[in-house]
């Protein structure tokens, strides 16, 4: 043991914290130092000498006085002067060696030797060392020799051979039993049954909820509340309306059905897209050839072109009625009017309306039947969906596409002026002052109608009546009877709204204004027969053709009374067109089938193409239409159908362009053009009239 | 039931719709002739109508081919389109055209329905 003793000397060298057992230093100090400095550097201060106030005063020889300390292993607190009583010299004597042992800590533990007596009494309460204790006692027994108790139960626990429980019973303190007279009684209390009782309440609902975040997801969800903001900013506009609740019962009663059942009406749209796409992979390759195909011999053959025919159009129910008015729609460039019905004046039957669009040539779009045959259509330029139809019967009406009714939303009647005889000819004009539709009409009973759509009734005015010129009859009373003209075909001029043409059953071309409705502005002796169309050039403004059953075509200038070309058809010319994109081109069709296209600048006597277009030659071509922008005519025969024909190259020529100079586009370059070749005929035509 | 109002129609209507309004069992009559058309086309093998759970509602084909068809389109329809969306929301599928070997089939989804046409476009 080592002790060591420390004085404490003079005064000490303390830095700033002092660690001493005295508390009293310590608060004094901690102050003082708190005053000197703060605690981080208080060993970086200077060191001051610090004494504590109870120390001792000595002279400076004392303090220079050399202490010598010796470390021994005695304990300090053993008495050295032990003395013990010696009964041999009956004295007491010091014991000369004292016990230096001096005991700092004791701790019993609490392990016990296995096979001392405790720690078998302990193992044996457990159960767990039984075995291993048989074992054991067998080993005891063995070596030790010993006869106590425990061995002779454990012998025969051991001849028994069976488990842990008779060693742990016979371990136990065993119970004194009568040897002679022993039974063992023992009573059981009735288990009660066990019985299980739970209560489970009904689970929650649970549904299992799977969704994706996506973007186009969350602006679905947006849009979806765009409508709903807007249908009910519309709901509270429209609140007094008493209109709205038959609706909403009608919205209840549709919404309830389509809830009910798998409704294929809404596959509507998707199926007419697929049908369009069965369409284009059955004509595939005229689709190609309508896009792609431009006739590579044309790079040979100058001053000819030629027609190839891409779709036919066909409608059962219409097989066997005549075409008699196409129109393109002015919107959509691939939706064209069907107009059916007959020219022959003993076989008069029903009439159909179809609507056809390019991108399905099986099966018209739009179907409509009337019982009068229709002999002409025109579409409304601003309302794409707005038709007017002229009947053989006189009358006129108008179709909405936008309605699913297969009957005209207006119609006129005996009451309301319809024509007496057949109306060959229908134009929308502008809307009037009050934003009405108005239309007028052409008919053989010499009367041109205005009529106007007003509060949804069809309102006429006569504008002009016709007559026959030179023909005035003296009747039985004096009367004077004009004989009336007929009309049978119309235009009006592109630019000068007022200023349009009629042509007539006599050959005459009249040129009249709306606004004068007795008197014609001119007169032009145009053909021997009846004049089949008119129409003014889409560029030159004073320059219109006219055809006429004489088998001939003549182009005109509205100043000058007599033609400046005429053309020869060998055949009655059904129809006549300008072509939209150039000033001298146009086409027209006879009734032997075949079609004709000119292009006045490449040659102003001979047509540039002559082509037979329908299949069987006594189908007879009854009208020509130009598509506004694709490359393409349609052409209506007498026995229903429309066939589409592609123009090749030459018979689109534009005015070649000179190197060194720019491409000059527009409308002024054509009526240029056409001036030109204008001015070539004019003056020799005019020197024989000076 | 009644038999439905418009003249156009000649055929009863197989489901039962209490209060019919004309308009709906027209469309009906138009679309039923549409699908009819189709089917019809020359080189169309089959038409399948499937709704919104890939379950086909009205086929030309036997069962088997149906359902095959109908699963395995629909999980390519849905693919196709969040693809398309997931690039432009504001765009969305109009159709899909898978021409193989041995034929085409084209699929037209609409909000809820699925329309499958199999056509050869070779015959």
Partial sequence: MITCSVHSLCGILLPGVIRTPNKGINQQELNASTEVGEGADEWTLSKTLLKPPDQLELTEAELKEEVTRILTANNPHAPQNIVRYSFKERAYKPISFVDQLAIHFSLDGNLLLRDSDEGRRQSARIDLAPVASTVIEVEETEVKEEGSKEDIPAASAEEAAEGEEPPSHSMKEQKLTNQFNFCERASQTFNNPVRERACQMEPPPRATFSATANQWEIYDAYVEELHKLEKSKEKEKQKPLVAKKEDKLRGRKLTSLESQSDDVTKVTKAAKIVERMVNQNTFDDIAQDFKYFEDPAD???????????????????????????????????????????????????????????????????????????????????????????????????????????????????????????????????????????????????????????????????????????????????????????????????????????????????????????????????????????????????????????????????????????????????????????????????????????????????????????????????????????????????????????????????????????????????????????????????????? | FRPCPIATVARRESRSHAGDSSCASLAMAEVEETLKRIQAHKGVIGTIVVNAEGIPIRTTLDNSTTVQYAGLLHQLTMKARSTVRDIDPQNDLTFLRIRSKKHEIMVAPDKEYLLIVIQNPCE
């Fill in chain 1, 299 to 690: 790079e040979y053959r100058d001053q000819e072109g030629t027609l190839l025919p891409l779709w036919k159009f066909q409608y059962d129910k219409a097989k066997r009625l005549a075409v008699t008015a196409i129109c393109w729609n002015p919107k959509y460039k691939d939706l064209f009017a069907v107009g059916h019905g007959s020219y022959d004046f003993m076989k008069q039957s029903r009439g159909m309306l179809l609507l056809y669009t390019m991108k399905n040539p099986s099966f018209p779009e739009y179907i409509f039947s009337s019982e009068s045959g229709i002999m002409c259509l025109d579409i409304h330029n601003d309302h794409p969906y707005l038709l007017v139809v002229g009947y053989y019967d006189g009358n006129v009406a108008i179709y909405n596409l936008k309605k699913s009714h297969s009957q005209p939303g207006y119609k006129s009647s005996a009451k309301s002026g319809k024509h007496t005889d057949p109306v060959w000819q229908v134009k929308w004009q502008k809307d009037d002052l009050d934003n009405n539709l108005n239309f007028f009409s052409i008919s053989s009973d010499g009367r041109i109608v205005s009529w106007t759509l007003v509060k949804n009734e069809l309102v006429h005015s006569d504008v002009i009546r016709l007559s026959v010129e030179g023909t005035t009859l003296e009747g039985p009373e004096g009367l004077q009877l004009q004989t009336i003209g007929c009309g049978t075909s119309f235009d009006f001029h592109k630019k000068i709204d007022s200023l349009f043409l009629i042509g007539t059953e006599e050959g005459k071309i009249y040129k009249c204004s709306k606004s004068y409705s007795s008197q014609f502005l001119d007169t032009f002796d145009a053909h021997h027969m009846a004049v089949d169309a008119v129409s003014w050039n889409p560029y030159h403004m004073k320059v219109f053709i006219s055809c006429s059953s004489d088998w001939t075509v003549k182009i005109w200038d509205h100043t000058i009374k007599t033609p400046m070309f005429i053309f020869d058809l060998n055949s009655a010319v059904g129809d006549v067109a300008w072509a939209p994109y150039s000033s001298t081109i146009f086409a027209a069709v006879t009734t032997d089938g075949k079609a004709h296209v000119f292009d006045l600048s490449i040659n102003k006597y001979e047509a540039i193409c002559s082509q037979p277009v329908v299949a069987k030659k006594k189908n007879k071509i009854t009208h020509v239409q130009f598509n506004p922008i694709y490359p393409i005519i349609i052409i209506g025969d007498d026995r229903g159908h429309v066939t589409c024909l592609k123009l090749s190259p030459n018979l689109r020529k534009m005015p070649k362009e000179k190197k060194g100079q720019e491409i000059q586009k527009g409308p002024e370059v054509e009526i240029a053009k056409l001036d030109k070749l204008l001015n070539l005929v004019r003056e020799p035509a005019n020197k024989p009239a000076k």
